[in-house]
């Protein structure tokens, strides 16, 4: 699983490199090489604004995930809001591999929605990982302080 956070810079180009733990469980935990990267889901940093980063999702999560947003039924989304997660998550993704160096190039559209700059961190979700510009992930951060559930049952339960 994909764990821990990495900073690491991109290039002008859009030349980055994938952490070598993230390459090894590509490789180790989901048996290939190719992952997928596309936006994430907006965060919700306050009325009217929002953050975004990027998700690298495996080859095999992410061919599940499209067969679930093929079918569509029993997501308990509208078909508005299905359309729009496929315009948002589905219509900029592309399929990666890093070459022998670790590298991966994301292109400008990725870049531009995610506000990449040169200062970036790769951050592990388990079967994900996550591509943050470091303002971004700060701001990020600090609402997720907000949010956090203290004093869960839930939490208490999983033995957090």
């Not at 956070?5 to 190719?34: H, M, Q, W």
């Not at 965060?43 to 079918?71: D, N, T």
């Not at 219509?91 to 590298?103: M, S, T, Y």
């Amino acid at each position: 699983m994909f764990r821990g956070k990495f900073e690491t810079t991109i290039d002008v180009k859009g030349r980055t490199s994938l952490p070598a733990k993230f390459r090894d469980v590509l490789f180790e935990t989901f048996g290939d090489e190719r992952f997928f990267i596309t936006n994430s889901n907006p965060v919700r940093l306050g009325e009217g604004v929002y953050s975004s980063g990027l998700v690298v999702y495996p080859y095999k999560e992410w061919l599940a995930l499209e067969e679930k947003l093929m079918v569509g039924t029993g997501l308990g989304l509208s078909s508005a809001e299905l359309a729009a997660v496929k315009r948002r998550i589905v219509a900029p993704a592309i399929e990666c591999v890093a070459d022998k160096l670790g590298r991966v190039l994301v292109p400008p559209h990725l870049r531009k929605s995610a506000v990449l700059e040169r200062e970036i961190l790769f951050v592990g979700m388990l079967n994900k990982a996550e591509i943050w510009s470091q303002a971004e992930w700060e701001k990020v951060c600090r609402q997720d302080e907000q949010n956090f559930p203290i004093d869960s049952p839930v939490l208490a339960e999983l033995g957090l």
